[in-house]
């Protein structure tokens, strides 16, 4: 069995992404790790050229300045990389995402028990959304998502996120998946308040939006919340000191808006049902 490992990247310094990080933690699964580095004014390319690793193969590329249509420039770079995997699997990590190193053995040994059985297309992880401090996590959005695909299938991500398979060139759906036994440490609404601003006004025009200035993490339903008492991936540990934001003060005039309420009402059920409503891009294979 042989496991691809890709991702893309651009200003992912100057903007604060635990890249590095990211990269480090997914090596020992994968046995070649593609990484598209898109036109930046950082240091990004250097810093990924350093990581001392034969796995690692650097793709430079363009962004389309002028798709500005729902994120389809990130679906791009991420087929970019996307289409250079030669494995069996190709697992996508953004370079915000971590892998645990008590996961590792997991999910490889998830991807050699499900290589040949075909109806598995795809492999989701258990995520941590960071939000604010590493001490919190958001639940409003997705909690379950796949990060790894089956190289052999027709598959797309339109914005760079989640996957669509193409059956007979005319239809798309989400791909039939299985637990890939891991988790996966989303880190990047915890940087620094100064690079997540930085972030956010440059990745604006690539949705068709422009963003006001990002003045703090406090504008949010607490609700959304809950505290985090689990252990961080080991390689995080600087990161996390040097980069993160240490303190979370919601904001006391925040207005709870028509999709807090719903989510207030759909948490609450999720509570009584013991059962997770959130959104899934996958159909899960027994």
Same mark, same amino acid.
């Given at each position: 069995?042989?496991?691809?490992?890709?991702?893309?990247?651009?200003?992912?310094?100057?903007?604060?992404?635990?890249?590095?990080?990211?990269?480090?933690?997914?090596?020992?699964?994968?046995?070649?790790?593609?990484?598209?580095?898109?036109?930046?004014?950082d240091?990004?390319? *250097?810093?990924?050229?350093?990581? *001392?690793?034969?796995?690692?193969?650097?793709?430079?590329?363009?962004?389309?300045?002028?798709?500005?249509?729902?994120?389809?420039?990130?679906? $791009?770079q991420?087929?970019?990389?996307?289409?250079?995997?030669?494995?069996?699997?190709?697992?996508?990590?953004?370079?915000?995402?971590?892998v645990?190193?008590?996961?590792?053995?997991?999910?490889?040994?998830?991807?050699e028990?499900n290589?040949?059985?075909? *109806?598995?297309?795809?492999?989701?992880?258990?995520?941590?959304?960071?939000?604010?401090?590493?001490?919190?996590?958001?639940?409003?959005?997705?909690?379950?998502?796949?990060?790894?695909?089956?190289?052999?299938?027709?598959?797309?991500?339109?914005?760079?996120?989640?996957?669509?398979?193409? *059956?007979?060139?005319?239809?798309?759906?989400?791909p039939?998946?299985?637990?890939?036994?891991?988790?996966?440490?989303h880190?990047?609404?915890?940087?620094?308040?100064?690079?997540m601003?930085?972030?956010?006004? $440059?990745?604006g025009?690539?949705?068709?939006?422009?963003?006001?200035?990002?003045?703090?993490?406090?504008?949010?339903?607490?609700?959304?919340?809950?505290?985090f008492?689990?252990?961080?991936?080991?390689?995080?540990?600087?990161?996390?000191k040097?980069e993160?934001?240490?303190?979370?003060?919601?904001?006391?005039?925040?207005?709870?808006?028509?999709?807090d309420?719903?989510?207030?009402?759909?948490?609450w059920?999720?509570?009584?049902?013991?059962?997770?409503?959130?959104?899934?891009?996958?159909?899960?294979?027994?």
């Amino acid at each position: 069995m042989k496991v691809s490992g890709f991702t893309f990247l651009r200003n992912a310094a100057a903007n604060g992404f635990p890249f590095e990080e990211s990269i480090t933690s997914i090596l020992p699964i994968v046995d070649e790790f593609i990484c598209v580095v898109g036109d930046g004014d950082d240091d990004t390319l *250097e810093r990924v050229y350093a990581i *001392e690793s034969s796995k690692i193969r650097v793709i430079q590329s363009q962004w389309n300045e002028s798709m500005r249509d729902r994120g389809f420039v990130y679906g $791009q770079q991420k087929m970019l990389a996307q289409y250079n995997c030669s494995g069996d699997w190709a697992f996508y990590l953004e370079g915000d995402e971590v892998v645990h190193e008590d996961d590792r053995f997991h999910i490889r040994k998830t991807m050699e028990d499900n290589l040949s059985n075909l *109806e598995v297309e795809a492999l989701y992880f258990d995520f941590f959304h960071f939000y604010g401090t590493p001490k919190q996590i958001g639940i409003s959005g997705y909690r379950k998502a796949p990060r790894i695909i089956r190289n052999s299938i027709r598959s797309i991500a339109p914005d760079g996120l989640f996957w669509i398979v193409m *059956e007979k060139n005319k239809r798309g759906r989400y791909p039939k998946a299985k637990h890939a036994n891991g988790r996966i440490y989303h880190y990047g609404h915890c940087r620094s308040v100064e690079k997540m601003n930085k972030k956010l006004m $440059q990745v604006g025009k690539y949705w068709g939006s422009s963003h006001e200035a990002f003045k703090g993490y406090g504008s949010i339903d607490v609700a959304e919340l809950r505290p985090f008492d689990g252990d961080h991936p080991k390689v995080m540990e600087h990161w996390l000191k040097t980069e993160a934001e240490r303190v979370f003060q919601p904001d006391p005039s925040y207005k709870l808006s028509r999709r807090d309420y719903r989510n207030r009402i759909r948490f609450w059920l999720e509570e009584k049902l013991n059962f997770e409503f959130s959104k899934k891009h996958y159909k899960v294979i027994k």
